[in-house]
């Protein structure tokens, strides 16, 4: 367990903008920072990072914090994974108080795999360079690739023997679990109980977060085994969505917002080549058809993407969609292609940098030229052909969330497809009238919203003190189920393969008090009422100290005040019970049966009701300001009405999930 002086002073030494700074491309603001939301997907920045009070807002998700909580939200950190983060980050010694075996062997599960994981990436990597058979094979290939020893140590390239289970066995005698070898996919457990390692006989590239941690592996078979796949990537876990990762993202975060481009390639070595030639600022999406979660990835560090494809590649024209999605993010893409038989490994290989460079540069085509060059070979003679081309380039149009942009591509296409603009006008409206009358019902949900709050009489509602309500059942929800893991469903919007944009329903596994510390820290929320604030403050620290919660501990360390509050809570869950309801045929749905539905609605009422104080306080002192200060009050406001119905609308949904 982490002692409080180290906790301390991780608090005391870490800059929140610093932290987030790696991750999340930050330009300054005044004393503030802003950038675009890692949340959530959105074209203009509502991020919000403040170095003076040291804390953090994302005003389209409506999360927000400390460092820490950044790092729980974004990373999925638990509340000590995060703190020993920063602690390295900072080179902070660790003090831990001491623990008992039995707490040793109850370890956090996801931390288990990080750790096997990491051992793995070390076992590789020494095989490699310390054994024959990993000098003799593995080195052997790195060399003919002319990565250097200072490459292959950069991005931990090992190798893996060819004996059937010599990392498992390692592994095994490190203390290390059979249950996580195999939930890694490091290993494969099969129905007789007998065990192999996946990864045997291959060369290594260990897959990374963007902050660093070892997530999983790619590898590569030098034999030719025809029944073998030639790679062979870890499968999903807890800690590797394949999905949501891009190869070399670590490397590459601080070149690529330097640079203010991403070069996006296919494969492992392309990427190691290029960075080792000089152009650092790449990443690969591995092999897989690129998802929205990488794009979105890399839309974090820069709005500009650079596709490199091979001069021979054969499914260019599948390719073609990934370019649809990195527009559809409202980002700008260019696309280049090496000369037959080069790839961006190769071709790497075979120039400077300065002559790599400036072939990249010259060669970059805008992606309505690329498409043009692409598909007009086979529509050239054939009228139907072409009309599906043009129909083709205008949907990649449709895509781009810029109507500016959208008019000069229109232009661009009609030019080099000698056809009127005016027919690919029609075209383009007929493409874009579904995503324009959902972005008009939006826009009058926000002035509606906006009506209410200025019209809403407040005499009804201030008969009952809401806050006091809400806040005692926050308490009421640790003392009861603090411990309790619970799914949480969150609705986020992301865009099918049609371009419209869909609620998609996300299902996250956590304890309750974890779930409430966050959700406050997310608005910077404390508890108006002391007793309240002091009970709370106390439930957090105890359910962050001990794996479960224990009443009667609990109770033995309250002040006779703090005892009393919490025994009439506890009592209040009984009173149903006395009505004895059952012998009359009538049940009643207790709270136990959908704990995160009562958490969900009681947070988010709190939320709504602080957010609705805040908006009533600005346009109360609306007429009070001078007039350069009354935009700043506006777009405030407007911000928070955003928030308000977006939070409005997640109760709705979170009742019809459980009806």
Known sequence: MISRETIDKVFETARVEEVIGDFVQLKRAGSNYKGLSPFSDERSPSFMVSPVKQIWKDFSSGKGGSVVTFLMEHEHFTYPEAIRFLAKKYNIEIEETEQSQEDKAEANEKESLYLVSEFAKNYFSDTLLN??????????????????????????LGYSPETWDAFTKEALSKGYQLEFLEKTGL????????????????VMFPIQSLSGRNLGFGGRILTNDKKAAKYLNSPESDIYHKSKVLYGIFHAKQAIAKQNNCYLVEGYTDVIQLHQ???????????????PDQIRLINRLTKNITVLFDG??????????????????????????????DDPDSF???????????????NAKDFIQFKASLLMDEAQNDPIKKADLIRDMVVSISKIPDRIKREIYIQETARIMD????????????????DISEAGKKLKQEYKALEVVKTEPQSSQEKVNIVYELERKIIEMLLLYGSQEADFEDFILK??????????????????HQRIF????????????????????DLINYYNQNEEFNLEQYLMQLSPEHSQVVTDILMNEEKELLHNWETKHIYVKTKNQNVSQYVSETIISLREYLINKLIMDLMSSYNNEEENDLEEIKATINDYNKLKVNLTNKIGRIRSTYL
């Open 131 to 156: 054994t024959e058979e990993g000098k003799a094979i593995g080195l052997s290939y790195f060399k003919e690739r002319r990565f250097t020893n200072e490459t292959i140590a950069k991005f931990g």
């Open 187 to 202: 290993t494969i457990l099969r129905e007789d109980g007998k065990h192999f390692d996946r990864f045997k006989g291959r």
């Open 277 to 291: 030639a000089g152009v650092e600022n790449v990443v690969a999406s591995s092999g897989t058809a690129l998802t």
């Open 312 to 341: 021979d590649a054969a499914g260019l024209r599948a390719s073609v969609r990934g370019i649809d999605l990195i527009l559809e993010e409202g980002m700008n893409v260019k696309v280049c292609t090496f000369p037959d038989g």
């Open 348 to 362: 790497a290989r075979k120039n400077s940098y300065e002559d790599l460079v400036s072939y990249l540069e010259n």
């Open 419 to 434: 056809i009127s603009e005016q027919v690919l006008l029609n075209t383009l409206a007929q493409l874009v009238q579904k």
């Open 495 to 512: 865009a099918n393969e049609e371009g419209e944009m869909i609620e998609e329903k996300e299902t996250n596994t956590s304890k309750v």
């Open 518 to 537: 966050l959700s406050l820290q997310e608005d910077e929320v404390e508890l108006a009422n002391t007793l309240f604030k002091e009970i709370y403050n």
